[in-house]
């Protein structure tokens, strides 16, 4: 059966699956219509997003994730808010106007100090928007933060197949109430951004083609993906890695699904394939994440095995990521990059 791309929306589950599975010969096909797509709503520009990368403590022991509190190789940090301030002061120099506080689930930082910390870079940095990226955490807490000042939060749902997902997480965690923060965090009033892994282990097409159902009733602003990448010290350690074509195609379906949404071109992909965010940006993404995490954390908040750019100060590191994005034919941008809808 021969797909028509441009109905893409109204696509049903078989359809859908077919369209992820497609042979090569359509995939120019399906890069070219989401560039274009891109380019009407965000023309050639890509965002940047200064991501500070906080702690690396975690309570959650994830089966994939390099930072798993079962990981007793972790050298753990914690930046106190002097050096998080110190990171969005050399941000906001290189033109960042987007701050991303990133971290494992680190009880350390109560409701209290993530508040201080956020109406800190608030009242600083009036002109940017502050993203967090701390996990679940309840309605009230989210609505601390939010009145503090944070204007954004990404929270991957990682799968949206419920079996799926206890196959990449223990008993004690749930996707209902990782769904239950997501909507939550809308409702509260956050630009709010979810996403997946793409070929984590036991995933199928059937959980991707869920994976855009779940997205498509969240209309979130923005989707994070990237292929997972197994670490050294997780019980998957010996899983294959997602592919860059698979995660490259889910890019441009998205981009053609949710024409507005902030779609990252990620680090994990740069990881995979040394020309991935290129390719990324490419297929339909418009946004990168440069690092401002001090250099001396860098390589401790490693995820997966190999993580990119963990060498490099915050100005070599906009400097190199310029650089890609004009290679890709796109243009860094310094605005805050609110979603176009
Ligand atoms: N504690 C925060 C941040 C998690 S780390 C939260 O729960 O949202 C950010 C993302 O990295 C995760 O959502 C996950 O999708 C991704 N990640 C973790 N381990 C990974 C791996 N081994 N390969 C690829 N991506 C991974």
Known sequence: MEL???????????????????????????????????????GDKVYLR??????????????????????RKANRY?????????ACKEGYEL?????????????YYTDEIICDI???????????????????????????????????YLLR?????????????????????RKRCLYDLKEIGYQV??????????QTTECLVEDIRFLQDLEPDMIGIGPFISHKDTPFKDCENGSARLTLRMISILRLLFPYVLLPSTTALGTISPTGRELG???????????????????????????????????????CLEKRIEAAGYRAVTDRGDVAR
């Open 78 to 86: 914690r930046l106190s808010k002097e050096e998080i301030l110190m």
């Open 95 to 107: 033109g960042y106007r987007t701050f991303v506080l990133q971290g494992g689930e680190d009880g």
């Open 50 to 71: 200064g991501l500070i990368e906080f702690t690396n403590y975690c309570k959650n022991d994830c089966y994939y994730c390099g930072i798993r509190c079962g990981n």
């Open 193 to 202: 951004g979810s996403g997946f892994m793409v070929g984590s282990p036991y």
């Open 118 to 152: 956020v109406s800190s870079i608030r009242s600083k940095y009036e002109d940017c928007a502050i993203t967090l990226s701390i996990g679940e955490r309840s309605k009230s807490s989210y609505k601390a933060y939010f009145d503090a000042g944070a204007n954004r």
């Open 157 to 177: 749902h990682e799968t949206a197949d419920k079996a799926h997902y206890e196959k990449l997480h223990p008993d004690v965690m749930s996707l209902d109430n």
């Open 4 to 42: 028509d791309i441009s109905r893409i929306k109204e696509f049903n589950d078989d359809e859908l699956k077919q369209l992820i599975e497609y042979d090569e010969s359509i995939n120019q096909d399906l890069i070219k219509v989401a560039d274009a797509v891109r380019r009407e709503y965000y």
């Open 281 to 319: 940006l490419q297929a339909g993404a418009n946004v990168v994440m440069p690092n401002l995490t001090p250099v001396r954390y860098r390589q401790q908040y490693e995820l997966y095995d190999n993580k990119i750019c963990t060498g490099e100060e915050a100005a070599e590191c906009r400097g």
